[in-house]
């Protein structure tokens, strides 16, 4: 998370500097460097059902950051399976349409891959107990970035909020903050064309996307953010 001086540029794509901005702070977990490079991974797995006999059941256990686990049931029909590799691409599109932490795409035979949406998110996929046996295998292993990068929890009623993790960093100059801008680690604040995912907003005593106490930041101070939400608005097409 960026904090700037100045007024907010119109679009999150524009150059932070460009009304006056410069940048205050960088918060991290615990004022600590991310490094640029640093991506993270959400976990992936193979899902294989035994068969695809007819009114049987095939169930998948979710567990999402030690949550759950969570049960999700696909019920086998030969008219609609007829074949292994249908019939995996029927259980992907299921449990993509009712699993909303992961995306699924058939493999072969019997098998699907699934993958995890939301990158670094810890998540377990296992066998639910159906009447077809489900070999679960683990084929890429969650990574967090860094464990000095934001993270938020889960979603409540479209709100997501700042995990317990302390979020400050270091001031760089003082000066009074106008907006923020939630970054990738190597974004550098110039022009871009969609090429860098940002999310920015105003910063004031209230009435703003971020209220502080004092929006005067002063040098080799430690601002911290204390609470955080974002309000994701439901998609309509």
Sequence with gaps: MDIYSGTPPTYADDAATGLGGVKLCRVTVGSNAVATTMRSLGAS???L?????????????????????TTWTYTFVTA????????????????????????CAAYVALAFVAKCRIDGLAITLADGGGTTALTTTQIQAASRASI??????????????KTADVWSGVNLVTGVAGFFRFVWPNDTGALVTVTEPRIQGSIATSGA???????????AATHTVESFSLTLPR???
């Design 80 to 103: 609609i399976d007829s074949s292994d590799l249908i019939a995996a691409a029927n259980m992907a599109r299921y449990f993509e349409e009712n699993v909303p932490q992961i995306q």
């Design 148 to 161: 000095y990068t934001l993270q938020w929890g889960p979603p409540t009623a479209g709100v997501i909020s």
């Design 49 to 69: 059902a035994a068969n695809r006999t007819n009114a049987n059941t095939v169930k998948l256990n979710v567990t999402v950051d030690g949550v759950g686990p």
């Design 209 to 219: 996307d971020y209220n502080v106490s004092n929006t005067t930041l002063t040098l």
């Design 45 to 47: 797995y193979t899902c």
């Design 235 to 237: 998609y309509t097409a």
